[in-house]
Structures are given as C-alpha cells and as structure tokens.
C-alpha cells in the first residue's frame, strides 16, 4: 500500500557532501513525522533526523550544525542533506515515515521504511 524509496546515497570523501532523497507512494492519506535512521557496521540503529509534520526539526549531537532535514509535503518527500562528512557517518541510511493511509472509507496509521541507501565516507 505504501512504498518509501530512499536515493543519493555514495562514496564520497571527508569533507563532502551528500543528498538523500526518500519519495513516498501509494494510498496516502496523510504523512505525520519523517525521520532519517542510519545503521553504521557492527552498531545499533540510530535516529539522525526527524521532522515532524507542522514541527521544529531535531537532530541526534554527532550531526547537529552539518545535517539539515526537510520536507516536500506535496511531493511526499523527505531530504537529508549532508555536509562537512566524517568517516564516522558511514552507515545505511533508512528513510522511515509514520503514514496515514486510506483503505476503502477508512484510514489506518502505520510506520513505513525505506529499503536503506549506503553513505561511505573515506578518510
């Protein structure tokens, strides 16, 4: 019923920049907050960035100052921008969306993901 399709993930060098695109589809009625997750090897999941519909965004501290997060809410879209990579923001990163969506005369709430896109950063 829905699909999230993250994008723009790459090798790139310390210092660069990246663009993460992520594109909600299907039966959506409404998209409440969208957030970034990323999973680095050997590390637990970690929340990077979050946007809640209407709201502030916030940022875990490693990103504060270099990540910006936004939305196209008539696109249903989320971005990632990434500035100033470290080494350390190497991971897969994973789009997630908390969606409303439309089923018959009805609608239900769900928690979506991307399928994850990898950020390699090099020393």
């Known amino acids: 019923q829905v699909q999230l399709v993250e994008s723009g993930g790459g090798l790139v060098q310390a210092g660069g920049s990246l663009r993460l695109s992520c594109a909600a589809s299907?039966?959506?009625?409404?998209?409440?907050?969208m957030s970034w997750y990323r999973r680095a090897p050997g590390k637990r999941r970690e929340l990077v960035a979050a946007?809640?519909?209407?709201?502030?965004?916030t940022y875990t501290d490693s990103v504060k100052g270099r990540f910006t997060i936004s939305r196209d809410n008539a696109k249903n879209m989320v971005y990632l921008q990434m500035n100033s990579l470290k080494p350390e923001d190497t991971a897969d990163y994973y789009c997630?969306?908390?969606?409303?969506?439309?089923?018959?005369?009805?609608?239900?709430?769900?928690?979506?993901w991307g399928q994850g896109t990898q950020v390699t950063v090099s020393s």
């Open positions: 299907g039966s959506i009625f409404s998209i409440n907050a």
């Open positions: 997630n969306a908390d969606i409303t969506v439309r089923i018959l005369t009805t609608t239900l709430k769900g928690d979506y």
């Open positions: 946007i809640p519909s209407g709201r502030s965004a």
